[in-house]
């Protein structure tokens, strides 16, 4: 059974740094590119990096050189260390395969639960 569970959210003042990071387990990660999303209420949910199997990366250009995405794949596990956050990046992040895990089991696209992070004063 796949599960991703997220976390490392909270509230940061602009300007500010979160890691957050996301256990995956149901065999899912070590083959696959593994990708950091967020979504805002009423928006699309976008990807904003994502790292290969073998630790290629490509992010969004609204994060590049304030995001770096890695990955642990002894511990099944990747991270997004985010610095210097904005307002508008509040967001519930989430992380999945790149692209999103489907499985008939789940009726379609898997998401864990997500971490919300808050950039507020």
């Known amino acids: 059974q796949v599960q991703l569970v997220e976390s490392g959210g909270g509230l940061v003042q602009p300007g500010g740094s979160l890691r957050l990071s996301c256990a995956a387990s149901g065999g899912i990660f070590t083959r696959n590119a593994m990708g950091w999303y967020r979504q805002a209420p009423g928006k699309q949910r976008e990807l904003v990096a994502s790292?290969?199997?073998?630790?290629?990366?490509n992010y969004a250009d609204s994060v590049k050189g304030r995001f770096t995405i890695s990955r642990d794949n002894a511990e099944n596990t990747v991270y997004l260390q985010m610095n210097s956050l904005k307002p508008e990046e509040t967001d519930v992040y989430y992380c999945n395969t790149d692209p999103p895990y489907y499985g008939a089991a789940y009726s379609g696209y898997y998401w864990g639960q997500g971490t919300q992070v808050t950039v507020s004063s």
């Open positions: 790292i290969t199997s073998g630790g290629s990366t």
